[in-house]
């Protein structure tokens, strides 16, 4: 099993560019999550999709951040513009979702620096 | 609602001391607890989790933690720890029927030689 694959691992970018992170999800799962990491503020959940619906995006920040989920092995998580402040670890992770003892799996994340 | 308390931020330790992490929960309605480890530049992988049956529950790596409902605790603990332990450790609770976790803020393991 490949895991949760997310590209890219490293992104450095400037003020103002749009930023586009991708993620492959379990085969199989049918809950997909985007998560952002800092020091600041821990682990944060943004946004979370249940058979590529979105189900609650109550954790994205502001209207700089969109995510999508096009199919069952695709998801984006798009910033544009950025702003130093979006720079944090991004991690997605999946699970199948409304089974008792279901186990959530992580991406590796992507490390975004905004200059 | 759900949720859970981490106490400590960090934990310092010696090689081979025993370790506890704690974690607190609030809930009033069925728990299941969950632990996840972060080693440095990863991701967060699955450390064990309790759904029911023996409180003591054991995971990966020699780890084990055991699940108190008088105290609301469920205390990640391991008797000798390796400097290869050092990472970030989550609680964690699942909410509306596994559809989305609560993490907590985070305890960091620092072994030291």
């Known amino acids: 099993d490949a895991g949760v694959i997310q590209s890219p691992r490293h992104e450095v970018t400037e003020m103002g560019q749009e930023v586009t992170l991708r993620c492959k999800p379990i085969?199989?799962?049918?809950?997909l999550f985007w998560y952002r990491q800092t020091m600041m503020r821990g682990l944060e959940l943004l946004i979370y999709?249940?058979?590529?619906?979105?189900?609650?995006d109550s954790g994205m920040p502001e209207d700089r951040f969109s995510a999508k989920m096009p199919n069952a092995s695709f998801s984006t998580l798009k910033i544009q513009p950025s702003e130093p402040r979006d720079s944090a670890v991004y991690f997605c992770?999946?699970?199948?979702?409304?089974?008792?003892?279901?186990?959530?799996?992580f991406g590796e994340g992507s490390w975004l620096t905004v200059v | 609602a759900q949720s859970v308390t981490q106490l400590d931020s960090q934990v310092p330790v010696f090689e081979e001391a025993p370790v506890e992490l704690r974690c607190n929960y609030s809930s009033s309605v069925s728990v299941y607890l969950f632990w996840y480890v972060q080693y440095p530049n990863q991701g967060l992988q699955l450390l064990l989790k309790y759904l029911s049956g023996s409180t003591l529950v054991k995971g990966i790596n020699g780890f084990e933690a055991e699940f108190n409902k008088s105290q609301t605790s469920f205390h990640l603990r391991k008797p000798s720890v390796h400097i290869s332990d050092t990472a970030e450790y989550f609680c964690?609770?699942?909410?509306?029927?596994?559809?989305?976790?609560?993490f907590g803020s985070g305890t960091k393991l620092n072994v030291k030689p």
């Open positions: 964690a609770v699942p909410l509306y029927n596994f559809n989305k976790f609560y």
């Open positions: 992770a999946s699970s199948l979702a409304g089974l008792q003892g279901n186990t959530i799996y």
């Open positions: 085969s199989g799962h049918n809950s």
């Open positions: 999709f249940n058979n590529n619906v979105p189900i609650d």
